[in-house]
């Protein structure tokens, strides 16, 4: 079954970075279209960022300049490297398809900025 597993995150002070990891198994990875999204508790989930099969990737006003989406096909993995974290970061981060499919939510990693 396929399946996608998000690790990395943690606590970090504001003006830090970390590098989530997302490894995909199954299928998945022959789908175009990757995507980091977070989640606050209370709110919706938001789409952080996301990224064509050749690299080309877009981002959330919120995020650009300071986050950058990778991928690697032969590894099925994604990552997303965090710079320049503010508080405001704080959620849990998801890996999935864009658009996210029901089926492919993992446990998330949760990343806490502190101030």
């Known amino acids: 079954q396929a399946q996608l597993v998000e690790s990395g995150g943690g606590l970090v002070q504001l003006g830090g970075s970390l590098r989530l990891s997302c490894a995909a198994s199954?299928?998945?990875?022959?789908?175009?279209?990757m995507a980091w999204y977070r989640q606050v508790p209370g709110k919706q989930r938001e789409l952080v960022a996301y990224s064509f099969k050749d690299g080309t990737a877009n981002y959330a006003a919120s995020v650009k300049g300071r986050f950058t989406i990778s991928r690697d096909n032969a590894r099925f993995s994604i990552w997303l490297q965090m710079n320049s974290l503010k508080p405001e970061d704080t959620a849990v981060y998801y890996c999935?398809?864009?658009?996210?499919?029901?089926?492919?939510w993992g446990q998330g990693t949760q990343v806490t900025v502190s101030a």
């Open positions: 999935n398809t864009y658009p996210a499919l029901d089926a492919y």
């Open positions: 199954g299928t998945i990875f022959s789908i175009n279209l």
